[in-house]
């Protein structure tokens, strides 16, 4: 297959960012196609470690990256980050980075909104305060200013007035100051040069790109159970992060995605508010914490750690189209005695294979588990399905059966290379 997609299989940080910068090599040209810089992809190479929110991770390895339409940018981050990445000796020009010319932008006044939301909730969502919810909010409500609109003094300025119409009353409601026109006029036009330096229609770019032959990964951010339709609703983030979105949000067409590659870490992880049925409060969920360095890159909170849930990915597996899984963190799980894989749910007494949609009915889902033997060796670093210890190959096996998908790729530590290919999904 010509073209693949990377997404989140879980709650996000599944290890997207380690794939797609070693997928990326593959490939010609790296897309991200939803979310903003409220993901947060980390990339070790030797002892060099990167840290991208926006940037799509393909810029590591000097792949042509296009921030597509479906992302929310902000575009003050989007330079700082061009310019932290430039500090660790990768230069990003308008040859590599190409930013679609109709994504909306994140402004501070989305930031504000985001935080003074969450500071005055009684229900928080536990957000990144990035200004992510807002910024799409005003893109449904067709009042968003785009990357485009930079280039036309008239009409931003225009648009600026219509937008802050619409934010005065709620900053007002909210404590906030009201919001200087001019003064926002001026500093998006201070870095409107820089910015549509790197705009073009990335769907016509994207579209002379495919004709000629060449390969396009995906790279999606979040998670499945994080999609603001399919998720844990409302704990969810604002974008559709499901396969299905890197159509629309790359303007590249239904048959675009290709070989779906769902990241699935090996055991589950959470950051913020919100149902996580196979939670851990005891020691194993802390030696998880604590072994897999759950610590969210983007606000430094600590992650919600719990077993396997397999109900949940076989979900996941349905909702993305998964051809293949890349397992991610076996590792983490050495040396623990004994392994629980939750393969279903009791709800009032009844059975229950799937997640259902209501958030009182995911609140009172009781796991159940199937219990596993564990594995004394070391897993960290291995580089060949023959240097697994017999219970971790049964532990992937049980999950491949367990999600109804097969596992294309291993990843046994944070490094690029320590990575197993079963399968490629170039290939596929
Ligand atoms: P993403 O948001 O899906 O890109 O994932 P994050 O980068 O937020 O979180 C994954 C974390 O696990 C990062 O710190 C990675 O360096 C690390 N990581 C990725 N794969 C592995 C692995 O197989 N084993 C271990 N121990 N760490 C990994
Ligand atoms: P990556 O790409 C994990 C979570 C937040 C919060 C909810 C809504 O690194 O996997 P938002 O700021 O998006 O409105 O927050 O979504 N969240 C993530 N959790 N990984 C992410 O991205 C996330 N991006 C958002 O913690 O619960
Ligand atoms: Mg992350």
């Known amino acids: 297959m010509a073209n693949v ?108 909104l985001d935080q003074a939301r969450e500071a005055a909730a009684t229900n928080k969502i536990g957000t990144t305060g990035r200004g992510i919810g807002p910024a799409y909010e005003d893109k449904v409500g067709r009042r968003a200013i785009r990357v485009a609109d930079l280039a036309d003094r008239e009409a931003l300025e225009a648009k600026i007035d219509r937008l802050l119409a619409h934010h005065a009353p709620l900053r007002a409601g909210l404590g906030l100051p009201p919001v200087d026109a001019a003064a926002l006029l001026a500093e998006l036009e201070d870095l409107a040069p820089k910015i549509l330096a790197f705009a073009q229609p990335a769907w016509l770019k994207l579209d002379g790109i495919v004709k000629s032959g060449k390969r396009v990964l995906f790279e999606g951010a979040q998670g499945a159970l994080l999609d603001v339709d399919h998720g844990t609703y409302p704990y969810v983030t604002s974008s559709n992060t499901v396969a299905g979105q890197a ?86 799980l050495d ?59 049964k532990y992937v096996r049980r999950i491949e059966e367990l999600i109804g998908a097969p596992v294309a790729l291993l990843s046994t530590s944070p490094q690029r290379d320590d990575t197993i290919l079963m399968r490629d999904p170039f290939h596929d």
């Open 5 to 112: 997609t990377v997404i989140g299989a879980q709650w996000g940080d599944e290890g997207k960012g380690k794939l797609v910068d070693w997928l990326s090599n593959r490939a010609d040209v790296v897309v991200r196609f939803q979310g903003g810089h409220n993901a947060g992809h980390t990339l070790v190479v030797g002892n060099q470690t990167y840290k991208l929110s926006l940037l799509p991770s393909g810029v590591v390895q000097g792949k042509l990256s296009i921030i597509g339409n479906g992302v929310v940018v902000d575009p003050w981050h989007l330079l700082k980050e061009i310019e932290g990445i430039g500090a660790q000796g990768i230069k990003i020009g308008p040859e590599l980075l190409v930013l679609a010319d109709n994504a909306c932008l994140i402004l501070p006044i989305h930031r504000d």
């Open 247 to 332: 159509a629309a949000g790359s303007g590249l067409g239904p048959k675009g995605p290709g070989y779906v590659l769902g990241i699935v870490k090996a055991y589950t992880t959470r950051v913020g508010e919100g149902p996580f049925p196979t939670e851990l409060f005891d020691e194993v969920g802390q030696h998880l914490g604590t072994v897999g360095r759950e610590f969210g890159t983007v606000t430094g909170r600590s992650r919600r750690c719990g077993w396997f849930d397999a109900a949940l990915v076989r979900q996941s597996v349905a909702l993305n189209g998964i051809s293949g899984i890349a397992l991610t963190k076996l590792d983490v």
């Open 335 to 393: 040396g623990l005695p004994t392994l629980k894989i939750c393969t279903g749910y009791r709800l009032n007494g009844q059975d229950i294979g799937y997640l259902p949609a209501g958030l009182k009915a995911q609140g009172q889902l009781e796991p159940v588990y199937e219990e596993m033997e564990g594995w004394s060796e070391t897993t960290q670093g291995a580089r060949s399905w023959k240097d697994l210890p017999a219970s971790a190959v």
